[in-house]
């Protein structure tokens, strides 16, 4: 008996979707992770351990087999519960978007405990085939990365999108790396043109068409991010963390932590810190 299957089907072109890098990291005392953003996807698989996942402000309660997946150019880092700590392996993808059914989220996070022992086979073949470095190591890794994708596609409800390398541009590049390094001290949008040499006007339309948000408002956003890790991971008061992060007075830190947030910083800093408590149960 003979049995012949036909393959004739369109598939993307194999330079369209290319792994940038792959990784394993385990939270240790000297991790000191910052919200960042990255130019490609990357897809985060948790190992073992516990902890969350800061992304666009969002705190997501991050435990084995939860795999998150966030968007290029989308703010985000984990944090470790000591107790427990984080152990994942991360791959940045370029080339694709991965479209969630909330449109207008940049992430998703996905449970994964009955696909945890394909997914970590597919994912350690990964890291086995980089560190040897053998002959043909990418393309073997090309075709694993390729093959992850489509078993994520298939368990969830998510569809690929082919995207073009980002057009970002110099300028706005520039003043929103200036916002990430220098949250802390005072900034201006005056101060940001000087840096990015263009107009004050022309640096806000640009910067509000690139990233959706105007730069003042980005610079709020991004403070309100560390505070919340700060808030979250340490027992700092809230003057001390309103000055860590920039702001003159408490009384504007808990405005504006408010009016993003939804509610004050005490009474975040209450509620996240029940959380491990529960975890650990």
């Known amino acids: 008996m003979n049995t012949r299957y036909e393959f004739n089907m369109d598939v993307p072109p194999r330079e369209a979707i290319r792994l940038m890098y792959v990784s394993k ?20 698989y948790c190992v073992d351990g516990r902890g969350q996942f800061n992304v666009e402000g969002k705190m997501l309660d991050v435990a084995p087999d939860d795999m998150v997946i966030v968007n290029p150019r989308t703010l985000h880092t984990e944090l470790s519960y000591q107790a427990n700590p984080l ?12 479209l ?12 994964c405990s009955p696909q945890r022992e394909e997914l970590l086979s597919l994912m350690q073949l990964l890291l086995r085939e980089i560190d040897a470095r053998e002959d043909g190591c990418e393309m073997v890794c090309q075709d694993l990365t390729e093959v992850l994708l489509v078993r994520i596609v298939r368990m969830a409800s998510v569809s690929l999108r082919l995207t073009a390398p980002p057009a970002e541009s110099k300028e706005c590049a520039t ?28 640096l806000s339309h640009s910067f509000k068409n690139e990233y959706k948000v105007s730069p003042i408002d980005y610079l709020m956003k991004r403070r309100i991010t560390e505070a919340k890790a700060l808030l979250t991971s340490t027992d700092f008061s809230l003057t001390q963390i309103a000055e860590q992060i920039g702001f003159g007075s408490l009384a504007y830190f808990s405005k504006c932590f408010r009016k993003i947030e939804g509610t004050r910083p005490n009474e975040y800093r209450k509620s996240a810190k029940q959380k491990p408590a529960q975890g650990s149960q």
């Open 87 to 98: 152990e994942y392996i991360v791959l940045g993808i370029e080339g694709i978007e991965i």
């Open 175 to 202: 003043a929103k790396r200036y916002i990430d390094e220098n949250y802390s001290e005072s900034i201006t949008l005056d101060k940001l043109a000087e840096i990015a040499h263009v107009n004050k006007y022309y």
């Open 100 to 111: 969630f059914d909330q449109k207008d989220h940049g992430y998703t996070m996905l449970k």
């Open 25 to 44: 990291s385990r939270f240790g005392g000297d991790w000191n992770s910052v919200p960042h953003t990255h130019s490609c996807t990357e897809v985060f």
